[in-house]
C-alpha cells in the first residue's frame, strides 16, 4: 500500500503563485508514476501533470502547460506542483495519486492509470 498527503492549498489571487506538495509513504518502491488531477464543482476529474520516475519524464495538460511544473526531488518520495500566472478556472480540488509500473500500455493522464489517491487539497482563485 501507498499512502498520499497532499499540502499547500490555499485561496490566492489571480497572477498569484501557489505550490503543492504530495509526500508518499508506505511501498514507494512499487510507484512508477506520480500525478496530479484536479475536479473542479459540478466536473469531472481532469488531468494536470505527471511524473514518471524512470527519467523523470513529465507531462501536463494543454490547460496548465508552460504555467505549471511538476517536480520530485532526487532521493525522495515527494512530488510537488508548482502554479504560476493562476486563473479564476484553475480553482478545484487538487489530488496526488501514484500508479505502479504499466503491465499494458499506460500514458498516465487518466485516472484509471493509478492505484493510489490522496485526500485532495483545495484551490481556489479569485478575480
Known sequence: QVQLVESGGGLVQAGDTLK???????RTSSVYGMGWFRQAPGKGRE????????GGLTGYSDNVEGRFTIFRPFGTDTVYLQMSSL????????????????AVAKTY???DDYEYWGQ??????SS
Open 87 to 102: 486563473r479564476p478556472e484553475d480553482t478545484a480540488v487538487y489530488y496526488c495519486a501514484a500508479g505502479a509500473p504499466p
Open 120 to 125: 485532495g487539497t483545495q484551490v481556489t482563485v
Open 20 to 26: 503543492l506538495s504530495c509526500a508518499a509513504s508506505g
Open 109 to 111: 493522464k487518466v485516472a
Open 47 to 54: 488531468f494536470v501533470a505527471y511524473f514518471l520516475k524512470n
